[in-house]
């Protein structure tokens, strides 16, 4: 069963930093991009980031590019968002997600449960 | 790239059919993935590439994409089915591939 656990949030001033890990099980990490995909306080879902199964390969949001940075340790099944100069508007739940693809498309196959970051 | 236009709600009572649509422009062209989220849980994928169902999904859920509309369709509906349903395109040919529709709150009467 793929497990995706997310932990690192909490409360930062702006202008601060965060580091969220995601601690993967149930399937081959390297073999999957991953994301990070957040949702702010009764708003919809917005995608934050991607990474590729080897790393090598990141996609940002303009909303976050320049100020957070994705990564993965495929050694220690863990993916990772660097959250720096945040902004009120970065509060949110922060979801990461397995890539999916039917080999055409992409879309999120698996969930975490999120972790919350709060910026005030 | 693509915007993707969900209405805020739809409406549906227990045993009807409940249709949620995403416009965009000649979304057609493209794949459409379908989310559930409801409060406190992870998301759902409930259909991707438009109308395939992830296991253990139940074919009450299904979906269409043609022109400049897709759509989830919820045959049966039940109250377990109340929650927000979000559509998502992966454009390739961006920078940002990844869009969401807006999100549709589904309320079961």
């Known amino acids: 069963e793929v497990q995706l656990v997310e932990s690192g949030g909490g409360v930062v001033q702006p202008g601060g930093s965060l580091r969220l890990s995601c601690a993967a099980s149930?399937?081959?990490?390297?073999?999957?991009?991953m994301h990070w995909v957040r949702q702010a306080p009764g708003k919809g879902l917005e995608w934050v980031s991607h990474?590729?199964?080897?790393?090598?390969?990141?996609y940002y949001a303009d909303s976050v590019k320049g100020r957070f940075t994705i990564s993965r340790d495929n050694s220690k099944n863990s993916l990772y968002l660097q959250m720096n100069t945040l902004r009120t508007e970065d509060t949110a739940l922060y979801f990461c997600?397995?890539?999916?693809?039917?080999?055409?498309?992409?879309?999120?196959?698996?969930w975490g449960q999120g972790t919350l970051v709060t910026v005030s | 790239s693509f915007v993707l236009t969900q209405p805020p709600s739809v409406s549906v009572a227990p045993g009807q059919t409940a249709r949620i649509t995403c416009g965009g422009n000649n979304i057609g062209s493209t794949g459409v993935h379908w989310y559930q989220d409801k409060p406190g849980q992870a998301p759902v994928l409930v259909v991707y590439d438009d109308s395939d169902r992830p296991s253990g999904i139940p074919d009450r859920f299904s979906g269409s994409n043609s022109g400049n509309t897709a759509t989830l369709t919820i045959s049966r509906v039940e109250a377990g089915d109340e929650a927000d349903y979000y559509c998502q395109v992966w454009d390739s040919n961006s920078d940002h591939p990844w869009v969401f529709g807006g999100g549709t709150k589904l309320t079961v009467l």
């Open positions: 997600a397995t890539e999916g693809s039917s080999g055409t498309y992409s879309f999120f196959q698996h």
């Open positions: 149930g399937f081959t990490f390297d073999d999957f991009g």
């Open positions: 990474i590729s199964g080897d790393g090598t390969n990141t």
